[in-house]
């Protein structure tokens, strides 16, 4: 399968804060993850760097996945331990007090498709019928203000208190990430920071990954360059995998 991902710093931050990798196994399956660290001053770039650094010193020790259970339970194992590595970093560095970082990851195996989150990067699926849909759900105070029926899905958007994440890695205590598989339509996967979902409309977004005169570098060039045409009020970083099993 192919795959490729890009970050940008944006027109505004003075530094990225955000990370990600694309790796494979011997065995063809694919790992990525896309993390955007948390805490401004307090490290927040040293959390999503570490976070993306451990989850790929586990996914090496990898050399094939038996099923699709041993997939689930590895990414939820492995976030749980990550979070636990970011926290345990931050005691003992009073400079990197309060650091974490949000986290989307995805396995993609020929055992199954599967995605794990905490806080709000997003994962996107395009299907074949060009329907660009929202995989998972974000851990923020406007989401839980949401499902608690306080607000309307339309506020969420622009509700104040978006940006406030729930849960992060390097945060005290047990960490459970959310766990989706992918539905068999899914041709395209998109992994991407805020700086791309809280700033280009959903209908933009498909609208480039169902361009298809693009290669996946244009389409994650342009998506980049919504962001930044948007202002570029963060940094910016997506990643995007062409499902085609044939490949796998």
């Known amino acids: 399968m192919k795959y490729y991902g890009s970050s940008d710093i944006g027109r505004v931050r003075t530094a990225?804060?955000?990370s990600y990798l694309t790796v494979s196994n011997q065995d063809g399956d694919v790992f990525a993850v896309v993390c955007d660290g948390i805490g401004g001053g307090n490290a927040g770039d040293v959390a999503s760097s570490l976070a993306v650094r451990y989850l790929g010193e586990q996914f090496a020790q990898v050399h094939s996945f038996a099923s699709s259970k041993e997939i689930q339970s590895w990414l939820s194992s492995c976030f749980a331990k990550a979070n636990d590595y970011i926290y345990h970093s931050a005691q003992i560095n009073s400079q990197m007090a309060g650091m974490g970082t949000t986290c989307v990851g995805c396995v993609i195996s020929l055992q199954g498709n599967f995605v794990a989150n905490v806080g709000d990067s997003r994962a996107y699926g395009y299907d074949e019928s060009g329907e660009l849909v929202q995989i998972t759900r974000d851990h923020n105070v406007a989401f839980?203000?949401?499902?608690?029926?306080?607000?309307?899905?339309?506020?969420?958007?622009t509700h104040p208190k978006r940006n406030i994440v729930?849960?992060?890695?390097g945060m005290r205590g047990t960490l459970k990430p959310d766990l989706f598989e992918l539905a068999p339509q899914v041709s395209q996967l998109l992994l991407c920071t805020d700086g791309l979902h809280g700033y280009v409309p959903e209908q933009f977004i498909g609208e480039v990954l169902g361009n298809t005169k693009y290669s996946l570098r244009k389409k994650v060039s342009a998506l980049i360059d919504l962001a930044n045409k948007a202002g570029g009020f963060d940094n910016t970083t997506v990643v995007l995998l062409a499902l085609d099993r044939r490949e796998l």
């Open 16 to 18: 990225n804060q955000d």
């Open 144 to 157: 839980d203000l949401f499902k608690r029926g306080e607000i309307s899905k339309q506020e969420i958007a």
């Open 166 to 169: 729930t849960k992060a890695l």
